[in-house]
């Protein structure tokens, strides 16, 4: 059965430090999503890419968060400098283009757990 | 303000017992999702409701999307220990637009 990959697992990091998670889609998937989810809350939409184009990143704190979707496959999110508030789960998503008048069914990959110290 | 909130915010009963979460908005949504997420995974679809007043039974979960469109209710009826979990609703306001969660309802059956 195809999968969202995604790596680190887990990543434990010292704040002002960079890092970087990465995310596969299950293959054909053209929209990609970066979620973020602090422990026992719902998952907040960080960035959306439509193949290769960010379609919404109204949440994304730009001035330490990038995104990118070069190819219109698999995606980087990368956090420069990490801030203790930034730990928290890192999901990734994909689906198939969403239309028809109701939104397809989001594929999660297990996530990238970031402590930040 | 939440876009979605979603009562209660836990919820711990007995295997057998019946129970109901829901998930309301001032908005009016175009379809609406619930997924459950166990520890350490990511969320899994259970349901996507599209039409006003629409009922959906998987198994012993029913779920009904409010008639105006801006409400939603999870049955689970004789609960068990496998139900436990983190349930989430997610609306989208148009074709297209932002899946938007709510901040979840955990559940723990105990056996």
Redesign the interface.
């Known amino acids: 059965e195809a999968e969202v990959a995604q790596s680190p697992r887990y990543k434990i990091t010292e704040k002002s430090q960079a890092v970087a998670f990465w995310c596969d889609p299950i293959s054909g998937h053209a929209t990609l999503y970066w979620y973020r989810q602090i422990l026992g809350q719902g998952p907040e939409l960080l960035v959306q890419f439509q193949d290769e184009s960010v379609v919404d990143d109204s949440q994304l704190p730009k001035d330490r968060f990038s995104a990118e979707r070069l190819k219109g496959v698999d995606s980087t999110l990368k956090i420069q400098p990490a801030e203790l508030g930034d730990s928290a789960m890192y999901l990734c998503a994909s689906s198939w283009t969403s239309g028809g008048g109701y939104h397809g069914e989001l594929f999660f990959g297990e996530g990238s757990r970031l402590t930040v110290l | 303000t939440q876009l ?1 909130e ?1 009562s209660p915010q836990f919820l711990s009963i007995q295997e057998g017992e019946n129970l109901t979460v829901y998930c309301n908005s001032s908005s009016v949504f ?2 609406l ?1 619930w ?1 459950r997420q166990e520890p ?6 259970l349901v ?1 409701v ?1 039409t006003g007043g629409e009922v959906k039974k998987l198994k012993r979960l029913t779920f009904q999307f409010g008639d105006a469109r801006k409400d939603s209710s999870l049955h689970i009826t004789a609960a068990q220990p496998g139900d436990t979990g ?1 349930y ?1 609703c ?1 609306g ?1 306001l148009g ?10 309802t ?1 559940l723990t059956v105990n056996p």
């Open positions: 979605l979603q175009s379809s999702q997924y350490g995974e990511g969320p899994v679809l996507t599209v983190l989430l997610a989208a074709s297209g637009s932002r899946l938007t969660f709510g901040e979840g955990q």
